[in-house]
């Protein structure tokens, strides 16, 4: 086995090199083409907080050493008008993250240097580093309150009984027991801990009293698992009052719901209040103004719909009443802070298949558009500085990885303040990126991403191969991303043109359009992926015998369906965790709202029988007629590996050509920088083996 596997990543190398070298034939002198193991050497910046006052932002980046198969965050700090850079932490072998500023103007910060996460604390120049003193050891996240001196934090809570707890003579028995659902969550086997939230006094660096744990005795997560972080959890800046998205629901309850809240609790009652008792779908990332008067959330209306529309609701405490900010927006919010003042809100959402930012005055309840390029501003932060508005934007777009940006509030072209990856970026060759509307099969306009090889001409009369990419989600939109897997700049330096489409299901053209994929995986999304490759496989430039399919997740599902109903449109397939069997899927997977609301309900129910027999792609593998690539993770619970297992078999016992690319140590991501590139080389192996 070790010597096939030796022989295996040898040969795909050879093709990479190979393919690789045809790609960069026509690169200018001086210039690179892109490959898997240059999105490794990129810094990937995150997480800016801008000072209180206004003059400087922190900011995190992280760099992977390939080599040695891991990666190392580190804290940098910038003037916000970008003309001054200092890196703040170098610790080698460590992680320094998650910087955030204390009324002081100091910084604290997470530290595994030690082996245990750890909250330090340092000056805002990175002098004077510190280990805060009483602090437990292995938060996940905490935050400062501006006034009075009061800190937040989060820490596992062991609730519930171990096997060794209900049988003490049996101390090293790993057997589980579990009595209701959830027995998985994403990526990790529930256990019997629970996130807290632990509040205290933070004095000169130092935890000053014993925390108090506000959630005590309850087995419910704050912040919601495995994905929230600090974004859920927000001190008003007086430390009067604590808010916070938990969902008390558990077992089947939990399983099937998605009614998460907003929780304020009280320091001085030592009472918490439900903000959003009424409101039956997630709530989630409460904010308060700098005043405290008011206090803004994300709302999803309807239980048990994960991609439902986000509305922007306030609730204010002089007037005791609540509102919808967004009621009339045509889009989805993805982020909701304050401004400095508290007089307007500023939120994220994609729009036309680009993330843009927004802005909502208050007093007039208008909301303007703020940026307006073709770049997704992925995350952002506000602050002031005097009596001006700061925002700082983390911009990236398909051809540009995340930079920090300085945005002005009212328009105009951000301005760049940060070029971390600037050295790389200027000796590779990008490949043009167009924006094409497309007709469905319905007459609606399907919005595609083209992009092009580098050095792309088409009065070169040359024909390339065409990958047709299947975006997951189902509801996750095609917009201005860059990937470290799915990365089209990649794709496209390999010699392939990338057809991506905003077939029906993905946000950002109005939540009618979302909403059409639930309870039709099979239809219009379907033919919307085919309508949109095969106009631009009727261009001249392209060769319409060399046409690959690829996706994951729902994207994988859509491999999967279209390789037995893509009428030999496709010379080859790969399929990343995608969906096989519908039916053994709802048995296997953990959050069934998901397939309760996406499948209309559980497979025994004989008026859902309609929804597996059509949908479902295991029905239709009698018509695979061409080679397919399947990877697989088996940390992935979302999609368990043995849907990817199940289409493997069909292929191999039908004689197809077919891989199976399996990674035990992954989830529903490939997320290890070896595992990374051994993915990209697999992947362009199989593409340049039928399509070159």
């Given at each position: 086995m070790n010597h096939l596997y030796k022989l295996l990543f040898h040969f795909s190398f050879l093709f990479l090199l190979s393919s690789?070298?045809?790609?960069?034939?026509?690169?200018?002198?001086?210039?690179?083409?892109?490959?898997?193991?240059?999105?490794?050497?990129?810094?990937?910046?995150?997480?800016?907080?801008?000072?209180?006052?206004?003059?400087?932002?922190?900011?995190?980046?992280?760099?992977?050493?390939?080599?040695?198969?891991?990666?190392?965050?580190?804290?940098?700090?910038?003037?916000?008008?970008?003309?001054?850079?200092?890196?703040?932490?170098?610790?080698?072998?460590?992680?320094?993250?998650?910087?955030?500023?204390?009324?002081?103007?100091?910084?604290?910060?997470?530290?595994?240097?030690?082996?245990?996460?750890a909250l330090y604390t340092m000056n805002g120049d990175g002098t004077e580093k510190f280990k805060a003193p009483n602090m437990p050891l292995n938060i996940s996240a905490f935050g400062f309150s501006y006034i009075n001196g009061m800190i937040y934090f989060t820490q596992d809570v062991k609730i519930d009984k171990t096997v060794q707890d209900l049988y003490p003579d049996l101390p090293k028995a790993t057997g589980k027991i579990y009595e209701a659902l959830m027995l998985r969550h994403?990526?990790?086997?529930?256990?019997?801990?629970?996130?807290?939230?632990?509040?205290?006094?933070?004095?000169?660096?130092?935890?000053?009293?014993?925390?108090?744990?506000?959630?005590?005795?309850?087995?419910?997560?704050?912040?919601l698992q495995p994905f929230g972080g600090d974004e859920q959890i927000c001190w008003s800046n007086d430390g009067s009052r604590l808010a916070y998205t938990c969902k008390k629901l558990n077992g089947k309850d939990g399983a099937n719901s998605t009614n998460s809240d907003i929780y304020v609790y009280s320091v001085y009652n030592?009472?918490?209040?439900?903000?959003?008792?009424?409101?039956?779908?997630?709530?989630?990332?409460?904010?308060?103004?700098?005043?405290?008067?008011?206090?803004?959330?994300?709302?999803?209306?309807?239980?048990?719909?994960?991609?439902?529309?986000?509305?922007?609701?306030?609730?204010?405490?002089?007037?005791?009443?609540?509102?919808n900010l967004t009621d009339a927006f045509f889009y989805s919010p993805e982020k909701a802070l304050f401004g400095g003042d508290g007089k307007s809100v500023y939120f994220n959402a994609a729009i036309d298949g680009v993330i843009q930012l927004f802005n909502i005055n208050l007093a007039q309840h208008k909301i303007n558009q703020v940026t307006t390029q073709m770049q997704d501003v992925a995350d952002f932060c506000v602050g002031e500085k005097g009596n001006t508005e700061i925002v700082i934007g983390n911009i990236m777009s398909i051809s540009m990885p995340n930079e920090l940006y300085l945005i002005n509030p009212s328009g105009g072209k951000p301005k760049k303040i940060t070029n971390v990856n600037a050295e790389i970026l200027s000796r590779i060759q990008m490949g043009n990126v167009e924006k094409r509307e497309i007709k469905a099969t319905d007459g609606k306009d399907i919005l595609t991403w083209v992009i092009y090889p580098p050095g792309f001409n088409a009065k070169d009369k040359k024909k390339y191969p065409a990958?047709?990419?299947?975006?997951?989600?189902?509801?996750?939109?095609?917009?201005?991303?860059?990937s470290y897997r799915w990365n089209f700049q990649l794709m496209a330096a390999m010699g392939y043109i990338v057809v991506a489409?905003?077939?029906?299901?993905?946000?950002?053209?109005?939540?009618?359009?979302?909403?059409?994929?639930?309870?039709?995986?099979?239809?219009?999304?379907?033919?919307?992926?085919?309508?949109?490759?095969?106009?631009?496989?009727?261009?001249?430039?392209?060769?319409?015998?060399?046409?690959?399919?690829?996706g994951a997740s729902y994207?994988?599902?859509?491999?999967?369906?279209?390789?037995?109903?893509?009428?030999?449109?496709?010379?080859?397939?790969?399929?990343?965790?995608?969906?096989?069997?519908?039916?053994?899927?709802?048995?296997?997977?953990?959050?069934?709202?998901?397939?309760?609301?996406?499948?209309?309900?559980?497979?025994?129910?004989?008026?859902?029988?309609?929804?597996?027999?059509?949908?479902?792609?295991?029905?239709?593998?009698?018509?695979?007629?061409?080679?397919?690539?399947?990877?697989?993770?088996?940390?992935?619970?979302?999609?368990?590996?043995?849907?990817?297992?199940?289409?493997?078999?069909?292929?191999?016992?039908q004689g197809i050509p077919s891989r199976f690319l399996y990674f035990p140590d992954e989830g529903h991501?490939?997320?290890?920088?070896?595992?990374?590139?051994?993915?990209?080389?697999?992947?362009?192996?199989w593409l340049d083996r039928y399509l070159k």
């Open positions: 690789t070298a045809a790609a960069a034939g026509s690169t200018p002198p001086g210039m690179e083409t892109l490959t898997p193991e240059m999105l490794w050497k990129l810094g990937r910046v995150s997480d800016p907080q801008i000072s209180y006052d206004g003059r400087y932002v922190i900011y995190s980046v992280k760099y992977y050493d390939l080599a040695a198969n891991k990666g190392q965050s580190d804290l940098y700090r910038i003037t916000s008008d970008g003309k001054s850079i200092l890196r703040l932490t170098n610790t080698p072998n460590a992680n320094e993250f998650n910087g955030r500023w204390m009324s002081d103007g100091k910084i604290a910060y997470l530290d595994d240097s030690e082996g245990d996460m994403w990526n990790a086997w529930e256990d019997e801990s629970y996130s807290h939230i632990f509040i205290g006094k933070f004095r000169n660096g130092a935890l000053m009293d014993e925390p108090v744990d506000i959630m005590k005795g309850e087995r419910y997560d704050a912040p030592q009472k918490t209040e439900n903000m959003s008792a009424a409101n039956k779908g997630y709530d989630v990332n409460p904010q308060f103004s700098a005043d405290g008067m008011k206090l803004i959330w994300l709302s999803m209306e309807h239980d048990g719909y994960e991609a439902d529309k986000n509305n922007i609701m306030v609730y204010d405490y002089g007037l005791m009443n609540q509102a990958i047709l990419f299947c975006q997951g989600g189902p509801q996750s939109p095609v917009s201005q991303f860059f489409p905003n077939r029906r299901g993905l946000p950002g053209f109005g939540q009618g359009w979302t909403d059409q994929i639930a309870g039709d995986w099979g239809g219009q999304a379907m033919r919307d992926l085919l309508s949109a490759m095969d106009d631009v496989s009727g261009e001249p430039f392209v060769d319409k015998d060399k046409l690959g399919c690829v994207g994988g599902y859509s491999v999967y369906w279209l390789a037995g109903n893509h009428e030999k449109r496709f010379k080859c397939f790969i399929a990343h965790c995608g969906v096989f069997d519908m039916t053994s899927m709802y048995g296997a997977t953990e959050e069934m709202f998901f397939v309760n609301h996406d499948f209309k309900g559980p497979y025994w129910k004989k008026e859902n029988q309609q929804q597996y027999d059509n949908f479902s792609p295991h029905r239709y593998v009698q018509n695979w007629d061409a080679p397919m690539l399947v990877i697989h993770n088996e940390k992935d619970f979302r999609v368990p590996v043995t849907q990817g297992m199940e289409a493997f078999t069909a292929a191999q016992m991501w490939v997320l290890k920088p070896q595992n990374s590139v051994l993915w990209q080389r697999v992947f362009f192996d």
